[in-house]
């Protein structure tokens, strides 16, 4: 009897041994095509190495990158923040690791690097016309070079900040002052503080212990008394300090006098005197509301332009770029990279971003972040800034320290000689 069952079973057993084969090799097939489909999905990823200086601003990058992310599926962003900026930015450039996108603080610093040509230029850039021109003059201005038509935009201003001094509202209507006019000349300022002595308020608080703050109100003084063209004439040894910063340096002096409490105090127990009512005036820049919102929510803040002469139409407000967003000059992502700048640039986002750090927008129409920032807003509107003053000076010399001593000691021409003999030093050593 023939093995039908048998001959059967090993036919069928040949066609399922080429159908497991055939199912093989196509899962094989489609696993390739997969893998294929990947690998070009990888390379036409891009990743940018965005640099982020601002320590305090790391969240607000981290949720815009986020965002932008899953709007460019096509482009990944690694931030990188950098809690010594000018150290590491220079270390990178050295070893020629030029970020993608940075932000950087408007400072010398920055006019250094711009002025060797790390950083794109985007002096023709339509994106300008939508910005503030005095920002994008602070911007230009920062580049140092002596030749006025090097100083090109090699950075777009992100946010801004100015200097001059923060008031407790409840403060000033309890003395009687009026905190929606604030004084518009040096007298009337002056006279406002022998108010607040009288009635028993302290009028200023003086935050000496951390010598950085001493800076401000020399800053606040010297936009309206010294035009920023004089730096020009420093640089160029017409004119020495001696001739542009006497009278600001007594003018400083001068304030603190008003003083009648500990000038010594650290920054940290200023901001919780403003924040609980002590002190009437504070003359630091914008950046101080946060801390004393942080202490205090329900403070009723000012903020005022510092009058350094008794011609209101001459003040000037001291205003800065402190926030700069630019682009590597040699990126090989140009395209990408400005992708995200121009996200950046957004005005949503650049409100967000100033809503979050009390900052000023960079637009035409500038805005503020934080309502007691309104009173300075007419300053922008009409062109009428002028950047820091010691943006000026190289961070090699201790500004800070000086005018500490200078306060503290009440010696201006003393200040004076110190910063003299170490911008002469410095120049000695610049090969420009």
């Known amino acids: 009897m023939k093995d039908i069952g048998s001959k059967e079973g090993s036919g069928l057993g040949r066609i399922s041994a080429w159908i497991r084969n055939g199912v093989a090799s196509l899962l094989a097939l489609l696993t390739l095509v997969a893998m294929a489909g990947c690998g ?3 390379s036409n990823l891009v990743t940018l190495d965005f640099f982020q200086f601002k320590f305090e601003a790391a969240d607000q990058f981290k949720a815009m990158v986020a965002q932008f992310e899953k709007e460019n599926p096509d482009i990944r962003v690694n931030i990188n923040n950098s809690a010594d900026a000018q150290t590491d930015l220079r270390t990178r450039l050295v070893k020629n690791r030029v970020p993608d996108v940075i932000t950087f603080n408007g400072d010398i610093s920055f006019g250094m690097f711009a002025a060797s040509g790390v950083f794109h230029d985007f002096t023709d850039d339509p994106l300008v016309k939508e910005l503030n021109p005095g920002m994008v003059s602070i911007a230009r201005n920062l580049v140092q070079t002596k030749d006025p038509s090097a100083k090109r935009l090699y950075g777009l201003p992100f946010a801004g900040n100015a200097s001059g001094y923060i008031y407790n509202k409840t403060l000033w209507r309890k003395a009687g002052v009026d905190p929606d006019n604030p004084p518009r000349t040096w007298s009337e300022f002056t006279a406002v503080m022998d108010r607040f002595k009288d009635q028993g308020i302290e009028p200023v608080q003086g935050t000496l212990s951390d010598s950085w703050t001493a800076q401000a ?10 035009p920023e063209s004089r730096y020009r004439d420093l640089l160029a040894g017409k004119t020495d300090f001696k001739t542009l910063w006497t009278q600001p340096a007594r003018r400083e002096v001068e304030l603190f006098s008003h003083s009648t409490g500990d000038k010594g105090v650290t920054y940290q127990q200023g901001t919780q005197n403003m924040a609980k009512g002590k002190v009437a005036i504070l003359p630091l820049g914008t950046y101080a509301i946060p801390q004393i919102r942080m202490i205090n929510p329900d403070v009723d803040l000012g903020f005022a332009q510092m009058p350094a002469n008794d011609s209101p139409s001459r003040q000037i407000l001291t205003a800065g770029d402190d926030v700069m967003l630019t682009m590597g000059a040699t990126t090989k992502h140009p395209k990408e990279a400005m992708r995200l700048i121009r996200y950046l640039m957004r005005p949503r986002q650049l409100r967000t971003y100033a809503k979050a750090q009390t900052a000023f927008t960079p637009t035409r129409k500038v805005e ?13 509107q009409q062109n009428r800034l002028a950047d820091f003053c010691d943006h000026y000076i190289p961070s090699s010399i201790n500004i800070g320290g000086y005018l500490q001593t200078m306060v503290t000691k009440g010696d201006v021409d003393g200040f004076i000689g110190s910063m003299q003999n170490e911008w002469d030093k410095v120049q000695a050593r610049n090969f420009q």
């Open 368 to 380: 503020a972040g934080d309502p007691a920032l309104n009173g300075v807003l007419p300053f922008f």
């Open 40 to 42: 070009s999905a990888d």
């Open 217 to 226: 109100p020399l800053a606040s003084l010297a936009g309206t008394l010294v």
